[in-house]
């Protein structure tokens, strides 16, 4: 690490406590994300559509109208990723901009049909995986996962909400103070 560099965080003295068992829960997640992302990648070869543009698309069909700022701080990505990502995808076809009323400088993003399609696509793959495996389950298992689901999106919405307040502050304490 050079002098310039940002100082990494001090390890905890002592282990940290969660509530549950937050390391399974998170080695489970990543386990399913990575086997979903590969799995899916039988019907869409990742240079026909790579991750990083499935997250932009799910996202604006989740949030029309953000413009390449807004989706950057909520990707949690660099402003300038961002905008090279919506450029390839509006070469594609499967975002347009349009002028944001009031603001001339300013465009929404939005999906078209082509990126709708797409996306409803990539999701039915996954759906079909998904649902083809949790038809193998025992009963109980299958129960079990349905009842967790309400939960496991209230935590979702937990994160996002923390990564929000996160960025906020972040975005606050390296703001320079005027004199």
Do not use: C, K, M, Y
């Given at each position: 690490m050079t002098p310039t560099?940002?100082?990494?965080?001090?390890?905890?003295?002592?282990?940290?406590?969660?509530?549950g068992d937050a390391w399974s829960l998170?080695?489970?997640?990543?386990?399913?994300?990575?086997i979903l992302r590969?799995?899916?990648?039988?019907?869409?070869?990742?240079?026909s559509l790579p991750m990083a543009q499935v997250e932009i698309l799910q996202r604006?069909?989740?949030?029309?109208?953000?413009?390449?700022?807004?989706?950057?701080?909520?990707?949690?990505?660099?402003?300038?990723?961002?905008s090279n990502l919506i450029q390839q995808m509006v070469?594609?076809?499967l975002v347009s901009r349009a002028p944001r009323p009031g603001d001339r400088r300013a465009q929404n993003l939005r999906l078209t049909g082509t990126g709708a399609e797409l996306l409803q696509s990539w999701q039915n793959a996954n759906e079909r995986r998904v649902a083809s495996a949790l038809s193998r389950l025992p009963s109980h298992r299958r129960t079990a996962i349905e009842e967790a689901i309400p939960a496991l999106s209230d935590l979702a919405t937990l994160l996002e909400t923390d990564e929000e307040t996160d960025t906020a502050i972040e975005a606050d304490v390296e703001k320079p103070r005027a004199r």
């Open positions: 560099d940002p100082a990494l965080p001090e390890p905890p003295s002592e282990p940290v406590r969660a509530v998170t080695d489970v997640i990543t386990r399913l994300r990575r590969s799995s899916v990648r039988h019907e869409f070869p990742w240079e604006l069909a989740e949030e029309p109208d953000l413009g390449v700022s807004e989706l950057a701080a909520r990707q949690r990505l660099p402003t300038n990723t961002v070469v594609s076809e």
